[in-house]
């Protein structure tokens, strides 16, 4: 049976990358790209197998046929200097497969609509590939047994995003908004790497299963890390203050959009924190601050919704409410309702996301109804009116955040000079320039 | 001198630069209903190539395809090397043989300039190929050596500049600065997209009915600020509110103070109005046509310019500040950088291609004089790029139309359908090119099927409200405006039914709405996550992985569960005299106006004698989902809207004995056994909807049988025949298989192409089927139907022409328009659209409004202006288009040719340079198949006219009737 759940653990998180392998080596040997059929062919095997894989760990966990599994499985070492080791260990149990089960079936499924919708589109191979990666770096988050692994698979699930909503990159728009969530990215994914950093000296192991220790930690420890957790998480799952970087990511082609924002990439950061769960638990310091900044967050995006005249920046928005409120859920302590809101959300808004370029029709179907004035309207109209601008505005979160990493891009500019003006000096350039 | 301008209103150097603009935005209206249009319809007045370069140069787009593709044209046979010389030839008239260098004439010189890329700018691409010793050059290395050290001695050819400043923001832009414009046009996507929207959002842009300066300003008075690049807007805004300044005014202050004055005003407002065109264009529209616009909002374009010259004047002055330089417009614009000079090796290169052509050696390219240099340079420069492609775009369609003209004398020359017999059933489908391989597919069965082309409203122009529409739409072409309002009402004895049935339907539309509207809000997006998400996600997942039985099997039960009720149109108006209450139209037509519309369009036709014992009258339509161009699809002469509701009437008419009776006075007998049925093609998924067969008399039962089978192999293999364009159905389908193929594509949520549309007009034919009847015109031809026998005073051929010119030329134009550039003309790939407040679709999160047709409509499409072909003398086409304005432009203008063809004699001449050419057919055998799929089916490519042997008349050598093939139930593939 261990036998059986490693072979399955390991083929759910490998065989997607090893369609991957499969296209890359042909886009690297060929001279020519891989037809659209090869490659559709190549990582759909891969994410189907994955599928398949997760579903026999869920088989397994559920002990269905023979004894139930649950806990960590061992892979050896990933990395061994000296006497720091770092595992490669994997953790079978309720949240991990159910998050696993789900990923896979729907990035299986977004292969499926993007094989017709990209077809004949130049990027179509780069697609494919990102969906790979994605689904790699997606299994490994959710089968991770250990904060190393972890990070590892949630730098993927990054990275591909910031690639694909950098899609369409002979325009300026989607290159400027992915460079936009990209530094996103970097900023809060500080918060997990410092935190794990930090694990493995207070608890010795960066394993979920030493949490279970976090006990011993004396209450500022313990908070440290539960707020570097929470920095994190806040930046993938796009919470106040780093929501700027989720309407851009609209930028993308349809189905990549559907994929991460509404479904998997945007949930990641609760997953995290669910997975983190009794480091959080031991401090109400941290959980206070994520109940305030998943409620601003909900509240500020339900009124962003109301003024977004965009299908997909709306339905961007009335995501992030939800996340807004799962966050404060998990916070609460409410895991178990957390998980179960967090798997529904992403199933619904898939389906809407997938089905945007829709509204015309739908319009004309359904007819359409005045929205009336709501009661904000009615009795404060001078107050509606400033909730307008702020949200039509979108509070300029973007700018506000360009101003208060201004000094450092100031330093950077300084620095840039002092470097050209050293090379000159030097000419360093050559007669080349 | 300043003031004197401004008191003439006329004069209003601010309005003229604003009305220049108005020619050049895109006219697009909200996207729900998409009207095809010459994308450059203001330069219309102009000749084609004038306006095609004009618009171009106004928008900075392209006018024609690139060099590179005509090239590639000419190397696969597309565009014949004859056509060129012969443009070449024409355009230079006498100065053609001219002597330029030694053994160089200056139609040779022209020559090498368009079919080789001697005249390149890509420097390092010479260099590198030079140096790996794969360059053309190459061939002759004394000479390059010879060519380079001139080129180098000068004189040089000179580069063009292409860049052109305008506004401060071009400067800005080449100095280095970060981009106003996208702070700027940021904020205006945003506040234009609250103010225009159509009901998308919850809540719109407060005050908009006060137009869009005062709600902006008023906007910014509340509080709001500006983007950080606009910094210092939302004083200037107050105090515009609260002056309540006009538009113009504050237009005028910012020019002042940005410097820009005198004949700089015009060029830097309409470049302003330009940057943005989308939006810009989109206000411009809904200021000519509020009735497009359904809320209140009134918008102007002076005031959207208002409006981004006020967030514009910080942003400018922001960036001259970080630069350190003047925001003064005539201390600005001198501080721009001069081109760098041309690299001496892309003028060596030319000089290769040319003194190889001329057959000189390296030491007489060593010895040209200056002078001489310099006269070739100066030939070269005369010839430009924009020249050279506009005799391409010639050759290209000059060789197109040899192959038609060839074609249609080839097919003219077989013997005449001599058979006497009564057809066995007619079908009138619209003229639209998309129905002319179901045509011939029909045609191809028997040679008792005869098949007829009109403009699909059917000669009626109505108003029509179907059983669940909420209100009336007009269902004719654009520039009719509809006399009549026709409705479907449920007959008698389903009233009780169809009452129950419509309130649960609006129950449940109101419920789905709801759903929608409230999974967008906080607790109403938690209670639905839980409620519907599971269930959600099972229909994405039928939807994405099995569409067509999804769909197919969701409309199966449900009209078993709740069959839609029994309707009749209203169509005849009982003549009581009264009179329709004060600005309502009549609902339904009275009975001489019944047999006016039925007359005339059975006239228009030529189908005044031999009536089949069916009639099937198919309007067009097309079914398909996320898919915000859906409307771009269906019938441009219903006004962008599904053609059935026309075909039914017009059937329904036709049918009545006391219309009979009327048209019977004018001449033409429709027999007591003949019988009209009105049904809508749906041009993506191919299926057939039949309208009133309930009224089918029984009498008419097996030849309305005969007719539904042929109907039923003919969308088939119609099918069949758009499958083999799209690349993802393979070519060796049967026609059953490519019908699934052809559904699924239509009720699939990821297809962006669910059918390929116009994208393959190119040409119009107007005249008697007989003469095109059995050739496979590769669904690229409008077929027309008309008879020059039965219209001895023209009147029928003006009225065809007035109606096909102009709506056949606006969708060729926006095709050509979207194609040749379609970034600026066209809309891009649809991959990343994103609808924005119900009025057009936009890139990402946030771009200009994208007008025009996306890249996936356009990808076969060849660009050309539509060749149109009419069975009249060239005497009779000049008295009509003399008659009416519109034709006259295009056709004098050449928006589009214009070919005769002698009823009597089928002589044939083209319009060209103001007068009608003689035009000699070349003598063609043409390829002969038995069947049109043995033809087409063998690429995917357009293929060359070929015969179709099965659909020939047996006097012109067709297989006549077969056996058995037609017998009722004996459908084979």
Request: with cysteine; glycine share 8%.
């Amino acid at each position: 049976m261990s036998l059986v759940i490693r072979m399955a653990l390991a083929l759910a998180i490998l065989s997607p990358l090893a369609g991957v392998a499969v296209v890359g080596v042909r886009v690297l040997l060929g001279d020519r790209q891989p037809g659209e059929a090869t490659t559709a062919r190549a990582i759909a095997t891969g994410l189907i197998a994955s599928v398949l894989a997760s579903l026999a760990v869920l088989w397994v966990f559920l002990g269905i046929t023979g004894q139930a599994i649950d806990g960590d499985i061992e892979f050896g070492d990933w990395l061994r200097i000296g006497d720091f080791v770092i595992p490669a260990v994997l953790r079978v149990d309720g949240i991990s497969v159910t998050i696993s089960v789900f990923a896979s079936v729907l990035t299986a499924l977004i292969a499926r609509f993007s094989r017709t919708y990209l077809h004949k589109e130049p990027g179509f191979v780069r697609f494919f590939v990102l969906l790979g990666l994605f689904a790699t770096g997606t299994q490994l988050v959710a089968l991770a047994g250990a904060l190393e692994l972890f990070f590892a698979g949630w730098e993927i699930i990054g990275i591909s995003s910031a690639f694909f909503i950098g899609f369409f990159h002979e325009r300026g728009e989607p290159v400027r908004s992915s460079i936009r969530a990209f530094a996103t990215y970097r900023f809060s994914d500080a918060g997990l790497l410092i935190a794990t950093v930090v694990t493995l000296e207070f608890l010795g192991s960066a394993r979920f299963s030493a949490f279970e220790r976090v006990g011993t930690l004396e209450p500022t420890q313990a908070t440290v890390l539960a707020l570097l957790f929470l920095l994190s998480a806040m930046g993938k799952s796009a919470q106040l203050p780093f929501s700027g970087w989720l309407p851009r990511a609209m930028e993308g082609p349809t189905p990549s959009s559907a994929l991460f924002y509404g479904a998997v990439s945007i949930h990641a950061g609760l997953f995290l924190l669910l997975r983190v769960w009794p480091v959080l638990e031991v401090s109400p310091v941290a959980r206070a601050a994520g109940v305030a900044v998943g409620l601003a967050t909900a509240v500020y995006a339900a009124a962003v919704v109301r003024v977004h005249t965009d299908a997909k920046g709306a339905l961007a928005h009335a995501t992030l409410a939800q996340v807004g409120l799962i966050l404060a859920e998990i916070c609460l302590g409410w895991t178990a309702l957390a998980l179960a809101h967090l798997v529904c959300h992403a199933l619904l808004r898939l389906g809407q996301y997938l089905k945007a370029p829709n509204m015309i029709h739908d319009t004309h179907r359904l007819g359409h109804e005045p929205h009336g004035p709501s009661q904000l309207e009615r009795w404060a109209p001078k107050l509606a009116d400033r909730v307008y601008a702020a949200s039509l505005h979108r509070l300029r979160l973007d700018d506000r955040i360009d101003v208060a990493f201004s000094p450092v891009l100031g330093v950077a500019r300084l620095l840039e000079r002092a470097d050209r003006w050293v090379r000159r000096t030097l000419s360093l350039d050559g007669a080349a320039s | 001198m300043r003031l004197a301008v401004e008191q003439g209103a006329s004069a209003d150097p601010i309005e003229r630069a604003l009305e220049r603009a108005r020619g050049v935005l895109p006219d697009q209206g909200p996207i729900g209903v998409f009207i095809h249009h010459n994308t450059l319809h203001a330069y219309q007045h102009l000749p084609f190539h004038e306006g095609v370069q004009a618009g171009a140069e106004a928008l900075s787009a392209r006018p024609y395809l690139s060099l590179r593709q005509f090239r590639d044209a000419l190397a696969s046979g597309r565009i014949d090397d004859r056509d060129v010389r012969r443009e070449i030839a024409l355009a230079l008239g006498p100065r053609g043989p001219e002597t330029i260098l030694p053994g160089l004439t200056r139609a040779e010189l022209w020559h090498q300039l368009m079919v080789t890329d001697a005249d390149t700018d890509d420097a390092a691409g010479i260099e590198f190929t030079i140096r790996a010793g794969i360059a053309r050059e190459c061939a002759n290395l004394t000479l390059w050596e010879a060519c380079l050290a001139r080129a180098r001695r000068g004189p040089g050819l000179g580069l063009a500049e292409r860049r052109r400043f305008r506004r401060h923001r071009d400067v800005l832009v080449a100095l280095g600065a970060a981009d106003p414009d996208v702070a700027v046009h940021g904020e205006l996507i945003r506040l234009g997209s609250g103010f225009l929207d159509q009901g998308q959002a919850h809540a719109p842009l407060p005050g908009r009915h006060q137009g869009f300066l005062l709600a902006v300003t008023e906007f910014y008075s509340n509080g709001a600020s500006a983007p950080l690049a606009c910094r210092g807007a939302e004083a200037d805004m107050c105090r515009v509110f609260e002056r309540k300044e006009p538009a113009s005014h504050v237009i005028r202050a910012i020019l002042d103070d940005l410097g820009v004055r005198g004949d700089d005003l015009d060029a830097f407002l309409f470049a302003t109005a330009l940057a943005l065109p989308g939006f810009t264009g989109m206000f411009a529209r809904l200021e000519r046509h509020p009735e497009e616009h359904r809320v209140e909002a009134p918008a102007t374009l002076v005031d959207l310019v208002a409006v981004r010259l006020l967030l514009e004047r910080p942003a400018i002055a922001r960036a001259c500040r970080e630069l350190g330089v003047s925001a003064s417009w005539p201390v600005l614009r001198t501080l721009v950088s001069p081109v760098p000079p041309r690299p001496a090796v892309l003028d060596a290169s030319l000089l290769w291609g040319l003194a190889s052509a001329a057959g000189l050696g390296a030491h007489e390219v060593a010895a040209m004089e200056d002078a001489t240099l310099e006269a070739l340079w100066a030939e070269c420069r005369a010839f430009d790029d924009v020249r050279r492609r506009q005799l391409f775009q010639e050759a290209y369609e000059r060789t197109y139309r040899g192959w038609v003209l060839d074609a249609l004398a080839a097919r003219r020359a077989l013997p005449a359908d001599d058979n006497e017999e009564r057809p066995r059933a007619q079908f009138i489908f619209c003229i639209d090119e998309r129905e002319e391989s179901i045509r011939r597919a029909i045609e191809e069965q028997h040679p008792g099927y005869i098949t007829f082309g009109a403009a699909g409203f059917f000669g009626v122009a109505i108003d029509y409200q179907g059983l669940y529409d909420r209100e009336p739409a007009a269902h004719c072409p654009v520039v009719v405006t509809p006399g009549h309002e026709v409705h479907e009402r449920p007959v008698y004895t389903d009233l009780g039914w169809h009452r129950l049935r419509q309130g649960a339907r609006d129950r449940w539309h109101a419920w789905e709405r709801r759903a929608a509207s409230s999974s967008h809000t906080l607790s109403g997006g938690a209670g639905m996550s839980f409620l519907l998400g599971p269930l959600s996600a099972v229909k994405t997942f039928a939807r994405v992985v099995a569409p067509r039985s999804s769909v197919l099997w969701g409309d199966r039960v449900l009209s078993r569960l709740a069959p839609l009720p029994n309707t009749r149109l209203s169509t005849l108006r009982p003549e009581d005299g009264a009179r329709p209450a004060e600005g309502r139209k009549p609902v339904g037509f009275s009975l001489d106006e019944s047999v006016d519309r039925v007359a005339s369009v059975l006239t228009n036709l030529g189908l005044v004698r031999s009536f089949a014992p069916i009639v099937v009258v198919l309007g067009h339509g097309s079914t398909s989902l996320n898919n915000p161009h859906e409307s771009a699809h269906d019938c441009g002469a219903c006004g962008g809207r599904r053609g059935g509701a026309n075909a039914r009437l017009f059937a329904d008419m036709a049918n009545r004995p006391d219309v009979r009776d009327g048209v019977r006075k004018r001449g033409i007998d429709i027999p007591a056994d003949t019988w009209f049925i009105g049904a809508l093609h749906d041009t993506a998924s191919d299926a057939v909807l039949y309208y009133d067969l309930e009224t089918l008399p029984a009498l008419h039962a097996a030849a309305f049988d005969e007719a539904w089978q042929a109907l039923e192999r003919a969308r088939a293999e119609n099918a069949l025949e758009r499958s083999r364009r799209f690349q993802d159905a393979p070519l060796d389908f049967d026609a059953a298989q490519a019908l699934r193929h052809v559904e699924a594509r239509s009720s699939h949520l990821a297809q962006p192409r669910p059918e390929y549309g116009h994208c393959t007009n190119s040409i119009c034919i107007v005249g008697r089927r007989q003469l095109t009847r059995g050739l496979h015109l590769d669904r690229r031809a409008f077929l027309v139907s008309y008879d020059p026998a039965v219209d001895t005073n023209h009147t029928v051929l003006e009225r065809i022409l007035a109606a096909v010119g102009p709506v056949g030329a606006g969708i060729s134009l926006e095709y050509y328009f979207s194609s040749v550039d379609n970034e600026t003309f066209g809309c891009g790939t649809k991959l990343p659209h994103n609808v924005t407040g119900l009025i057009g679709v936009m890139n990402g999160h946030q771009s200009d409004l994208r007008t025009g047709l996306p890249l996936q409509m356009v990808e076969l499409h060849e660009p050309m202006r539509l060749l149109l072909i009419v069975d009249a003398t060239p005497e009779a086409l000049l008295a009509v288009a003399g008659r009416q304005p519109e034709v006259a432009e295009l056709v004098g203008n050449a928006w589009i040719q214009l070919v005769s063809v002698d009823p009597a004699t089928g002589a044939m001449a083209v319009f060209e340079r103001g007068r009608f050419e003689p035009y000699e057919p070349n003598p063609t055998l043409l390829p002969v198949v038995d069947r049109s799929r043995e033809w087409h089916m063998r690429t995917r490519e357009h293929v060359k006219p070929a015969l179709v042997r099965s659909a020939l008349p047996v006097s012109a050598g067709g297989q006549g009737l077969r056996p058995g093939a037609t017998a009722p139930g004996a459908l084979h593939a």
